[in-house]
């Protein structure tokens, strides 16, 4: 049977009166009314990625905690561009009261703003991880991929087309841009194609 999300953290942050305190929190965060993409569901799917790519970690308790940090503090619009140094600034803040080491603290807040631009490094097994778990909806089938740009769309309902659709394809084409979209052996041959095909395809609509 599939563990809880609850389960999940509490058998990565141990089972304390902060870690319990820490992962309602969580929780409660992902679950926000104004998150459509973003959601409880996106947090499960990038803890799945890291369950399935982690072996190619170097920490992955570190990318673990990242993965449950990484969009905690998540608003749609313009105030989306702090996202992910408030996401990083927040596991600063609380995983030190888990007695978690000083460096995987860290290394836990370099993740998470690594998620800002998906830019791996050579060499940066556990940026790849991560990065792979949270990239991985690109690369996904027909219905899967227009669900999660309509959930986008709606996280950004505030912003109007005509300056939606050239931000959005800009961001698309920077991810275009990497080298790799995915750097994880599994995952280049599971998504690499798709996802690349997935975001010409969706750049074409937005120009149109």
């Known amino acids: 049977m599939a563990l809880s999300l609850h389960d999940r953290w509490l058998t990565l942050a141990g089972i304390t009166p902060e870690s319990i305190r820490l992962g309602d929190e969580l929780v409660a965060r992902w679950a926000e009314p104004h998150r459509r993409y973003h959601t409880l569901d996106h947090l499960a799917r990038v803890l799945d990625g890291v369950d399935e790519f982690g ?3 170097d920490d ?8 449950w940090f990484h969009d905690a503090v ?3 619009g ?5 996202n992910e140094e408030l996401s990083a600034q927040l596991a600063e803040t609380e995983l030190p009261a888990l007695n978690v080491p000083d460096e995987r603290v860290a290394e836990v807040a370099r993740l998470v703003r690594l998620t800002k631009g998906h ?10 991880v991560l990065c792979d ?8 089938d027909a219905a899967a991929y227009n669900a999660y740009t309509e959930a986008i769309r709606q996280e950004y309902a505030e912003v109007p087309d005509d300056l939606f659709r050239p931000g959005r394809a800009a961001v698309l084409r920077g991810l275009l841009e990497l080298p790799n979209l995915f750097r994880t052996p599994v995952a280049v041959r599971r998504y690499e194609a798709r996802a690349r095909a997935n975001l010409t395809a969706e750049i074409a609509e937005l120009e149109k």
């Not at 778990?133 to 996904?140: E, K, M, N, P, R």
């Open 55 to 57: 072996g190619h970690a």
């Open 60 to 67: 992955v308790a570190a990318v673990r905690y990242a993965a």
């Open 74 to 76: 998540y608003d749609g």
């Open 78 to 82: 313009e105030a989306s561009a702090d």
């Open 119 to 128: 830019a791996v490094a050579d060499g940066d097994k556990n940026g790849a």
């Open 133 to 140: 778990a949270d990239l991985a909806i690109l690369g996904s």
